[in-house]
């Protein structure tokens, strides 16, 4: 259960905050919403069913995990994909699943698979710039919210873990 003023994490809006319970009959029948607003849309609302909020949402890491992950970023495992039409739905479960660590293994998969592409004289395909630049913005802005660094400091240290590592 969330309270009013947590931050949570929904995988289309980022972090964002629970500003409020109202009881809506959006469907009929009147049920128990959790408003909530993202951080970087305050003008935006999103209503999330109580009864199943912990499908949608989950709370922002603490700055201890934040510190976790990101020390131990060099030993998390890239991710590996054997079928290669079943790329994006793999990515795009990946993304909104919203973990941390499958979030930088995916981005570790995208620039490996981008060296060897590039290796073969082939540019980086639009599908993986794409989802890399949602694992990364979607990471990278938990941890640096998490941490209380400034985003663009903290993405340029993560890159180069990353880079370092794959």
Do not use: W
Request: with cysteine.
């Amino acid at each position: 259960m969330f309270k009013i003023n947590d931050f949570v994490i929904n995988a289309k809006n980022g972090i964002c905050q629970i500003k409020d319970e109202v009881e809506l009959a959006l469907t009929g029948e009147a049920k128990l919403y959790y408003l909530v607003v993202p951080v970087k849309d305050v003008n935006g609302k999103i209503y999330i069913p109580v009864d199943n909020a912990s499908d949608r949402i989950r709370r922002v890491m603490t700055k201890k995990k934040a510190n976790s992950v990101i020390d131990s970023i060099t030993d998390i495992e890239e991710l590996v994909i054997d079928n290669e039409k079943q790329r994006e739905n793999i990515y795009k479960s990946v993304i909104s699943a919203c973990d941390p660590e499958s979030l930088i293994a995916i981005i570790k998969h995208l620039v490996k698979r981008s060296r060897e592409r590039e290796a073969e004289g082939k540019k980086r395909t639009v599908l993986d710039e794409r989802y890399c630049k949602l694992a990364q913005d979607s990471v990278y802005a938990e941890l640096a919210f998490a941490t209380g660094k400034d985003i663009l400091s903290l993405a340029d240290d993560l890159n180069q873990r990353i880079e370092s590592s794959c």
